[in-house]
């Protein structure tokens, strides 16, 4: 268990998805898969200013992480988007060096979670 | 619909732990293409996605008439999307959910939702029963009332009252269509009737013809040797005319050989002969047995239906024929030998009618048939007559009476088979075995008038008693749809 998970969010999403255990480690699993897709997606929009696909990807990894409970970095993922949306470039690419760090960060501590734990 | 792979997962097992079926896509355009090809219940839409948004897809989906009716859910975070949540709704979104949920909301959304669809299919039902309703109210305004045409069967099952009009229409349809049915058979019975009068005076100058002909001292094969060439001329010059020439099988010659037999040979040499010894009169009440015999061969094949009321005809016209042979065998005043001969000239005849309804070859046409049959008869008499002798010329002096005869007797025939096939192909077999008895009233009418022949007051019964007979055999139906003129047309008169 980790300090960087709101368990009460993980177990809502276990009941949101039916309360199997196969299932919410199917999604974890996913979420473990995909989310360095986001970075990448991220730094390489960061690399050609490509402020309106930061914010999709930003968007995705906020919802992402709200699910999962991974507070700070839904909270760095939100700042990031509004960030995009308001043509802050610079402040867009000091918050994405935090949400990389986040990210790993979250994903680690997921690997960690499993269903049966959350009951 | 959603760009982001853990949010379709997510909301796909959402959807499927409430008991529903659920199918992703990874973009608006992928979501819409599945719309146009599967029936879905309700759309989860996410709004921010990369490409077509969720307000393109919006936009596309309320514009197609063939899904913009499928409720669509927002899917968005709450905190700074608020604004974008109303700009859906205002594009005809049906509700929003917030990301994250809990399982209760996203039920009580679906459900809202489905409600709302089953509600929408039902109206679109009801709407599609009015449309059939309005088409079946068209076709009956043009005229059409078979209620098959109006396909409203399963419709007017129906205990609603929609079904009710279904059935109202249905039933008032089925009433106006089985009236004009009946005014309809009148119409063809009457004009059925007129041709079997028509082809019953021009044939029944066939007894009177024979008897003048023969009494001119011609010969029965000499003649056929005449008129046969005549009817084969005009027939051939029809098929000119019409350019269809029968194709030469042995199938086509065969039949045409065994017609040529049994109705220019025998015909004329049974009605030829018998008619030295019988009058014309009595041998045209003779003729009304081939009715009889046309009925029972077509019975017995199944060609036509029986009915209790056609069979009554049939013995009724023939208890009118007995009724005359029974005068004339009683009375004396005939050689009963002859009488017994001429009673195989309604034989031919109906053997004729039977080979032209049920043994005619496929693509052997009416006038080809005849034409055929023509030839082979002259090839079968020619030789024949000559060998016998029995040859005979037209001079001057036997033109005016036996020529004038010859060409009247090779009118006769020719007109009797262009109005016979006429009549079989209206109103079939058993109508046409009518013509037996207007040919035997027309016989003993012209008997009278050109031969001056009289007949007893019994026989005159006979004539009545035979008339009923005819009355009774009603023709056959020809199964065509009725449209009917209407009189007046409720839109065009806006």
Known sequence: MSDLLDLDALKRLLDVIGGEAEDFDELRDEFIETSPDLIETLQQAAAHTDLDAMRVASHSLKGNARDFGATALAELSAALETACKSGDVDGAIQLLSQVTEAEKAARHALLSIEASNLG | ?494
């Not at chain 2, 005549?230 to 065969?254: D, H, Q």
């Not at chain 2, 077509?298 to 049939?314: H, I, N, V, W, Y």
């Not at chain 2, 024929?321 to 029974?326: F, S, T, Y």
Request: charged share 20%; with cysteine.
């Open chain 2, 1 to 494: 619909m959603d760009d982001n792979p853990v949010m379709r997962m997510k909301m796909r097992k959402a959807v499927e732990a409430l008991g529903h079926t659920a199918k992703v896509a990874k973009d608006g355009e992928a979501g819409l293409q599945a719309m146009t090809t599967e029936a879905f219940d309700a759309v989860l839409l996410d709004i921010v996605m990369p490409g077509l948004d969720g307000f393109d897809v919006l936009q596309r989906l309320k514009s197609d008439p063939d899904i913009s009716h499928i409720p669509v859910i927002v899917v968005s975070a709450l905190d700074d999307e608020i604004e974008s949540v109303v700009r859906a709704i205002e594009l005809g979104a049906e509700d929003f959910l917030p990301k994250e949920f809990e399982p209760v909301l996203l039920r009580a959304r679906l459900d809202a939702s489905l409600a709302k669809k089953r509600f929408r299919d039902q109206e679109l039902e009801y709407f599609a029963r009015i449309d059939r309703l309005t088409e079946a109210a068209e076709v009956l305004e043009s005229g059409r009332f078979n209620p098959k045409t109006l396909g409203l069967d399963d419709l007017a099952s129906r205990k609603d009252p929609l079904g009710r009009l279904a059935t109202v229409f249905t039933g008032i349809a089925s009433e106006i269509y089985q009236r004009e049915l009946k005014l309809k058979q009148t119409i063809d019975t009457l004009r059925g009737s007129l041709w079997v009068i028509a082809i019953g005076i021009v044939y029944g100058l066939t007894p009177s013809l024979s008897r003048i002909v023969m009494s001119d001292g011609a010969t029965p094969l000499g003649l056929m040797l005449w008129v046969t060439p005549i009817i084969g001329g005009v027939f051939v010059g029809i098929a000119v005319r019409n350019g269809s020439f029968p194709p030469l099988t042995i199938k086509n010659l065969a039949f045409s050989m065994a017609w040529a037999i049994n109705s220019v040979i025998l015909l004329r040499l049974v009605m030829l002969s018998s008619s030295q010894h019988v009058e014309a009169a009595i041998l045209s009440l003779v003729l009304t047995l081939q009715g009889f015999m046309v009925f029972g061969f077509s019975a017995a094949m199944g060609t036509d239906s029986a009915t209790p009321r056609r069979l009554m005809g049939l013995l009724v016209g023939l208890f009118g024929v007995g009724l005359v042979l029974w005068t004339q065998i009683e009375g004396g005043s005939t050689n009963t030998m002859w009488l017994l001969i001429a009673l195989l000239v309604p034989l031919i005849l109906a053997i004729e009618v039977m080979m032209m309804a049920g043994f005619r070859p496929k693509g052997l046409d009416d006038i080809g048939a005849v034409e055929m049959m023509q030839c082979c008869a002259l090839v079968l008499v020619a030789p024949w007559a000559f060998i016998e002798g029995q040859t005979f010329a037209i001079t001057t002096e036997n033109a005016g009476s036996l020529g004038v005869v010859i060409v009247l007797m090779a009118g006769v025939t020719i007109g009797s088979y262009l109005m016979g096939f006429h009549l079989i192909r209206t109103a079939g077999a058993v109508f046409y075995s009518q013509t037996a008895y207007t040919m035997t009233i027309a016989g003993v009418v012209w008997g009278v008038l050109i031969l001056n022949e009289a007949l007893s007051p019994m026989a005159w019964i006979a004539f009545a008693v035979i008339v009923v007979g005819m009355y009774l055999v009603e023709p056959k139906s020809d199964g065509k749809e009725i449209v009917i003129e209407r009189k007046f047309s409720s839109h065009k008169d806006v």
